[in-house]
Structures are given as C-alpha cells and as structure tokens.
C-alpha cells in the first residue's frame, strides 16, 4: 500500500487538488488536513453574502459530508502540519503524530497581514479570513454605531459596502492615493470612489495609520492618523492584504520569495512535493513577463493550479495555462477582472462610466491583455476569450458599443498572432 498522498490546507486549492487527483485516476489512499474547525467552505462570501445575512455558514459548504467518503478522501480538521521531513518524506503534526506520504502538497493559502501599529492587535480589531473572523464582524456589527475599515482593495471595500448596506457608519482609511491602486486602472478606481462616497461612506485615501487607540473598556476606539486626524470607531476592519503560508516550505527548504515557488504544473524542485493556490508563486502565460512567477489571490488561481499539479500526480502533467479572472460585488455593483494588466497599457472604455456599465479594455501591442466589467458579464464573457485568443484588436473598435465584439473571435482578416 503506498503512503499516498497528503494535502496539507483544507480549502479551494487543496479540495481540489484531491478531486481532480481521484477524477484523474489517482487510485492511492488521498488524506486532506486543516487546522480549521468547519468542513471546506467558499470564502468569497464572507465579505459579501454573509455579512449582509444572505448567507449561512452551513449554506457555504464546498462539499456535502458524503462526498469525502464516496471519493475515499479522508478528512482531518483541527489539525496543524508542523514540519516536512524530506528524506523520511513525512509530515509531523502538532502534538507529534507523523503521517507519511507519497506526494505531498501544500495548498496552505495566506493569512491576514497584521496592522503594524501600537494598538494593532486591540480587541476590537478584527481582519476577515477566515468564516470565524467572518462570524465575529457580525456579532460586532449587530452591536457598533461606527466601524474603521482599514485598506482599500477588495476585503476592505466588501466589507465597507455590506456594513453600509446594514446601516453602520464607515470610514475607510486608504494609505495609496486612490482606492484599489494595485489592481485596477484608475477609471475603475474612481468608480469605487463614487459608489462609496454615493453611498455615505467616509474615504479617506493618502491617509497612514499610526495608531489604535483604546477606550476605557480596553477596547479600540479611535484611529490615529499619521496627518493628526482622529476616527472615532466602535471597532475597526483590517483588510490590509495578506501573508503567504509558505513557512513549512521555506523550513523543508523549498525555495520561496512571499509564496512557494512552482513551475506552471504546481512541481517544487521536490519531485514529491507540489503547492497550489495562494501560497504558490507560478509563471503565467498571460502576465507581462510568463518567466516571472506571480502569486494570485483567486479562487480561479487556486483551482486552476490545483488541477494541474493534480495532473503531475496523475502522471499525465497538464501546465496550468488559464486567462486569470477575479470578481467583487459591492452594492449594486458586479465587477469582474480578467487577464494581468500594466499601468503603460491603452486604456478603452466601452460603455458607461457614469451609470456603472462598463468594461475597460487594456491594450498591449494591438492586443487585448486584461478587461475590467462592470455589471457587463456576458461582454465580460466574450472580452476574456479575446485575451485567451491573442486576437488584434482595434482600440476605436472597441469603444464603439454597435461593434459586435464577437467578431474579432470570427475567423477573417483579425488573424490570431503567435503567441
Ligand atoms: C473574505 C474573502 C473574500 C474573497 N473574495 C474573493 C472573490 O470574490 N473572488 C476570488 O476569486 N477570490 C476571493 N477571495 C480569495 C480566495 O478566497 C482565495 O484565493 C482562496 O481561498 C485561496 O484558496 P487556498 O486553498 O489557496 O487557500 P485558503 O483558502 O487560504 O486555505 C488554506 C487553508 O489551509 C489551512 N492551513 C494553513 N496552514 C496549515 C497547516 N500548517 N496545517 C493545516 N492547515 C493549514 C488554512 O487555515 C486554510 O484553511 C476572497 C478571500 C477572502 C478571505
């Protein structure tokens, strides 16, 4: 009987790697461990469905209890992997059980990166990960008059939009001078910007905070910023990014640079030992330089990994050559992103900024590389297989909303260039 194969992280990436193990033939014992309480649950809606109350926890379930035994896929929760030995190629656990493997794979995810103030760690500071953070915003918000969302991407803006939405106060203190400045072009940038102003939010970008101060209670009650200013909050959201798992890794000493670093099947220079999901750093064909890895924080990413690495196990290696794609909701508002753009990109807006029904296409060399929709999907649908197509595209072109966008993927004079 072989040692078969051990997953260590019980989410996306890792559930489905041992799906996409057992759907590809692998025949061996497969056992997924997690240090968390629940069952493999969608973590999306955390800032959304659930902190809005559309929600259930038990409604975010990625699997049904019967699953795991019909797939002969054993599930360990509340178990923590501490070390990897290589040479014996075992995992040990916390408390000192050791499991063997066969294959190994880290599918460990990222963590929430701690605001580094005084004050920081106050109760009443909360970051969102994980469905118990997710839960504990909720009782709070049942409670507070005024919450400080720290960060402006996409955990922080959620959940300012769904604490608004159940009628809290909210600030949101953004150190970048415009929200959501490292993923979006700044047309949709200053889109979010309105919607939340619109919508009452306080904003507060090119603001640094440099402390949290207590109450009398001992819990937060203000925050500090580096310009003099002072928040007053009931509690405080920290949604500042986040931190790669990859420490068990880096001890095994696997080469990693803030993720695991993998080629594009999910292989460490292990032969035994694959990563996915958010804790891996790959090269992909779609960003601005394939050789350079990057690490992706997605669902898309971590399944699409997954996958592959499940294929390196299966024995028939499939690289993960996928256009990644990224979606938020915020009010109203559906926004979906796919393929890698870069500040230099042409930008071509289709569409109406004004009223929230719009894509923005970004342009390298002639070519589509990444589209930003909102609540455009089926355009949204059609403009993600122009950048996995590689098509030509016109910038006057696209801007023209009488321009069928299906055409560029019709064969004719657009001819697809080499990759
Ligand atoms: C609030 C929120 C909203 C999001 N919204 C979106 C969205 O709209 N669209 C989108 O595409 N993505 C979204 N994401 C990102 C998405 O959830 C992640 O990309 C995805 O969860 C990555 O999956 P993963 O399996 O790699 O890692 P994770 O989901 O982080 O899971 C890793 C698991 O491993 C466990 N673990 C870590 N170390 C150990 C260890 N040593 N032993 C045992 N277990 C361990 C962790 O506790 C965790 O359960 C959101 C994330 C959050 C938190």
Redesign the pocket.
Known sequence: MTAGLLI?????????LADAARAKGYTGPITL????AAA?Y???????GLLLGKQTPEGLTIRAPAYFAEQRIQLRLQ????AIDRVARRVT?HGGEQLPYEWLVL??????RPLPVPGGDLPGAYG???LDD?LAIDAMARTARRVCVIGGG??GL??ASALRTRGLEVDVVEAGAQLLGRVVPPEVSDYFARLHTEQGVRLHCSAVVEALQPGADGRVAAVLLADGRRLDCDAVVVGIG?LA?DE?AQAAGLPCAQGVLVDACGRTPDPWILA?????RFPNPFGADPAQPLR???????NDL?RAAASVIAGRPEPYQAVP?????QYASKLQIAGLGLPGDLRVLRGELEQGRFSLFLLRAGRVVCVHSVNRPAEHLLARKLIESRVQADAAALADPDFALKSLLEPGPAAALPA
């Open positions: 260590i992280g019980a989410s996306y990436a890792g559930m489905q461990i997690g240090d968390e493999p969608q973590r999306p809606p955390l800032s959304k178990v923590r992997a501490e656990l599918a460990t995810g990222a963590r929430s969102l990960r994980s997710a996409f955990i959620e959940t986040v798992n068990l996915a999901g958010d804790c891996a992706l924080e997605s669902i898309q990413a971590a997954a794609w990224f979606w938020s909701d």
